[in-house]
């Protein structure tokens, strides 16, 4: 079983930056795309972004594009998630998921996420 933890969150000025980390413990992340997700209160899960397991960058959304930046070093067994020129709007739980299979084609292993807060 896939275990996935996600770190790197916490309270962040607008304007600012942060980078996400999504890592596994014992089991290898190679072979897995990996997906960044967010959730606001009260809002819908929406996809940010995701990463293919040979590195190539499948999605990003419209509402982060420019500003978030996916990545892995799979010798760490880590997928990151660089955000920058955050604002209010990006004020949610991020989680990662990973996949066996394509980005599009549904995730089945989901981190715990992490809270992200945008505010002054």
């Known amino acids: 079983q896939l275990q996935l933890v996600e770190s790197g969150g916490g309270l962040v000025q607008p304007g600012g930056s942060l980078r996400l980390s999504c890592a596994t413990s014992g089991l290898s992340l190679g072979g897995y795309a990996i997906g960044w997700f967010r959730q606001a209160p009260g809002k819908e899960r929406e996809g940010l972004s995701c990463i293919s397991s040979m590195g190539e960058t499948m999605y990003v959304a419209d509402s982060v594009k420019g500003r978030f930046t996916v990545s892995r070093d799979d010798a760490k067994n880590t997928v990151y998630l660089q955000m920058t020129s955050l604002g209010p709007e990006d004020t949610a739980v991020y989680y990662c998921?990973?996949?066996?299979?394509?980005?599009?084609?549904?995730?089945?292993?989901w981190g715990q996420g992490t809270q992200v807060t945008v505010s002054s």
């Open positions: 998921a990973a996949t066996r299979a394509a980005c599009h084609m549904g995730f089945a292993f």
